[in-house]
């Protein structure tokens, strides 16, 4: 699951990101509204945390751009202003929840659940299975049957992001952008890589799940029978 955080106040944009990473989340980070539209509108992410008052431009405005664009990702506004006028300003403009700061890091964490739980995608004990797989994101844990391998960051990006897609081709642009992130320098060889590592860790696993390489565009997920 990747978050964006669009917070001009960079060391609660900074604290809300390590919050976020130890939940097993993965964050970014954008301090001005026009870096932050950018970033939202790019399909990439599948939350926005948005402040309101933001240099460049504001939050609402941000806001009203995304969804005016088609853009359906969930946003939660963060705002110190409590304002009921605000708040229904915030809405008006397509925000799914709002909070005003301060806000407890419990009460952040509620959110962030609720409107990723919204945003269709179903976790079922925050476990995500596929044929005989079972991927847990608490732990970073893939299980078969009795047998389970713990996966580095980048391998639960990764096989969360074939898992959710299963037969479905995911190519290597989508992977490059949704496990190594936009303004990063990750090339195809090192999706390969990393392939390698997961197809490794299937084999110690005896799942009968295996990642299929479709030449020049992807990877998929198939079970063997
Ligand atoms: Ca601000």
């Known amino acids: ?8 106040e960079v060391r609660l944009a900074h604290t809300l990101a ?3 990473k130890r939940q097993g989340y993965t964050a970014d980070e954008c301090h001005d509204g026009v870096s932050g539209l950018d970033n939202a509108s790019s399909g990439i992410y599948d939350l926005v945390l948005l402040d309101a008052m933001l240099p460049g431009m ?3 405005t941000l806001l009203r751009r995304l969804r005016s664009d088609g853009h359906t990702v969930p946003v939660l506004m963060l705002t110190a202003r409590s304002d009921v006028t605000d708040r229904v300003h915030g809405l008006d403009s397509g925000a799914d929840y709002y909070l005003t700061k301060p806000f407890e890091p419990q009460e952040l964490l509620a959110c962030v659940r609720l409107l990723l739980r919204r945003g269709g995608e179903t976790r079922l004990d925050d476990a995500l299975t596929y044929g005989d797989l079972r991927l847990e994101s608490g732990t ?9 391998v713990r996966l580095s960051r980048r391998e639960y990006d990764l096989m969360e ?20 992130g936009y303004d990063s320098d990750a090339e195809d060889n090192n999706v390969e890589v ?25 990877y998929c997920l198939e079970v063997e029978s």
């Open 1 to 8: 699951m990747r978050i964006l955080i669009v917070e001009d």
């Open 18 to 20: 390590d919050l976020l």
């Open 58 to 60: 504001d939050g609402f």
């Open 140 to 148: 970073f844990t893939l299980n078969c049957q009795e047998r389970s």
């Open 161 to 180: 992001l074939l898992m959710r897609n299963g037969s479905q081709i995911v190519t290597k642009e989508q992977l490059l952008l949704k496990v190594w």
């Open 194 to 218: 990393y392939i390698s590592f997961l197809r490794r860790k299937l084999t110690h696993l005896h799942s009968a799940v295996r990642i299929k390489t479709i030449r020049m565009v992807g």
